[in-house]
């Protein structure tokens, strides 16, 4: 063990001053760090609790429903596939409210609950991630397709997946309990495989760190890993991934094809479900007298290779790369972003303040107006290029506006009431708030 607590000093930095300069400088791409104690911690156990909530099933679904596709549940390493009540609910209050009914209902069987694209499922744990990582783009640069978000819970022993290597640079969050997670700097197995679940003979080779309530590990993206149950009790910890190796040009196709549902980003989301193309068998004839196959495709093939030339076809793919680019910048890094909350009316006195961190960005929408976006969501509006320049001149500075000035600063003929459905717009995205 003095060898193992040797690596463990060389390996993993501890600091306990915290700012993105420094970390740029000393660690991303480089190394793995453990920041103690981080203050003000980019998410609060409530609101986290709130969003698995939201991440789970519908409310009043029976004990059939199926776990959703963006979500794993294990029980002693074997993966549930219907929730059978063993989800998160309104109703348990919070995380120990739910440890307790689980700890009862499972008898001390050992659990994990691994909830994937988890910022998408509220806005506050968005909007507070989204405000901490700006920093962290203004070092090194936005990614180039966002930032993933993934809640750990439970006791389980070790992480279900086992032992393996992410494309992504991680931010661990500890918000609850102790968990260890434990790194090789390479794979410390030569079989042709990726993952590995029992890798007690690799052990000698790794080293570890322990990350408790407030606390922040980074690792680089090379690095194996696997996370560790640090005591019996239950831990929750929030990941945040940005990518950074491996990375394929069918992530950018994926995102122009389609816009990326929170609830299928893994299992049911790839490229053969996201183009609308009719079900047809994939199956074709065997070969004819002479050997050879037809020339002609299955239809399931050929009705994909006609859906995906229909949308390459430039007066489709201009207008969709120019959505897809403004809502990749103005969403913080993480899409997809959470959806827009009901818009309400807005009356002349109201008074209107940008929300700090929200950019409002705008392009031609074809002749018959413009496309608006404001922190990751779109939205159509008759209005021209004129009146969204007067509009975001007006919201532009430190002190709230009241919606008649607003209305009041754009050209002579502009509907009003275009112009008032847009700010009710731009509020429900959360890019505009309301002052007393």
């Not at 989800?87 to 440890?99: I, K, Q, R, S, V």
């Not at 007066?315 to 913080?332: A, D, M, N, Y």
Request: proline share 9%; charged share 20%.
């Amino acid at each position: 063990m003095s060898t193992s607590a040797a690596a463990v000093a060389v390996a993993v930095a501890v600091e306990t001053e915290f700012d993105w300069t420094t970390f740029a400088e000393r660690y991303w791409d480089r190394a793995p760090v453990l920041f103690r104690g981080l203050s003000p911690a980019p998410f609060e156990v409530s609101e986290v609790f709130r969003a698995a909530v939201h991440a789970g099933p519908c409310a009043g679904a029976g004990p059939e429903e199926r776990v959703p596709s963006h979500a794993q549940l294990t029980v002693e390493r074997v993966q549930r596939d219907t929730a059978d009540g063993l989800l998160p609910t309104a109703e348990d209050g919070g995380f120990d409210g739910y440890d307790s009914r689980l700890a009862a209902r499972l008898g001390g069987l050992r659990y994990a609950l691994v909830l994937n694209g988890f910022h998408a499922f509220d806005a506050a744990v968005w909007s507070r991630e989204r405000a901490f990582y700006a920093g962290l783009w203004e070092a090194v640069g936005l990614p180039v397709t966002g930032a993933i978000t993934t809640l750990f819970h439970g006791t389980y022993e070790h992480s279900p997946v086992g032992v393996h290597k992410d494309r992504f640079a991680t931010f661990m969050f500890g918000l609850r309990g102790r968990k260890r997670m434990r790194f090789w700097p390479r794979r410390p197995w030569d079989e042709a495989v990726s993952t590995k679940v029992d890798y007690t003979g690799h052990l000698p080779g790794s080293f570890s760190a322990d990350v408790g309530p407030g606390d922040l590990l980074y690792w680089p993206a090379d690095y194996y890993h696997v996370g560790e149950s640090a005591t019996t009790s239950p831990a929750t910890s929030v990941n945040v991934g940005v990518p950074r190796d491996e990375h394929h040009a069918g992530y950018e196709v994926e995102a122009l094809i389609a816009d990326l549902d929170p609830t299928r980003q893994t299992g049911r989301g790839s490229l053969d479900t996201l183009l609308r193309v009719p079900a047809a068998e994939v199956g074709a004839p065997g070969p004819g007298p002479d050997g050879l196959l037809s020339p002609v495709l299955p239809e399931a093939l050929g009705g994909a290779v006609r859906a995906l030339a229909a949308f390459a076809r430039p007066e489709r793919t201009g207008p969709r790369v120019t959505t897809v680019s403004l809502r990749h910048w103005t969403s913080g890094g993480f899409a997809p972003a959470p959806a827009a909350a009901a818009p309400l009316p807005l009356a002349d006195e109201d008074r209107l303040r940008t929300v700090p961190g929200a950019h409002v960005l705008w392009a031609p929408d074809g002749d018959d107006g413009t496309l608006c976006t404001a922190n990751g969501l779109r939205a159509h509006t008759p209005l021209g290029p004129g009146a969204l320049t007067a509009v975001t001149r007006a919201l532009a500075g430190p002190d709230p506006v009241r919606v008649a000035d607003v209305l009041s600063r754009v050209p002579p003929g502009t509907p009003r009431d275009d112009v008032r459905a847009l700010l009710e717009t731009l509020e429900s995205f959360r890019a505009l708030r309301r002052e007393p």
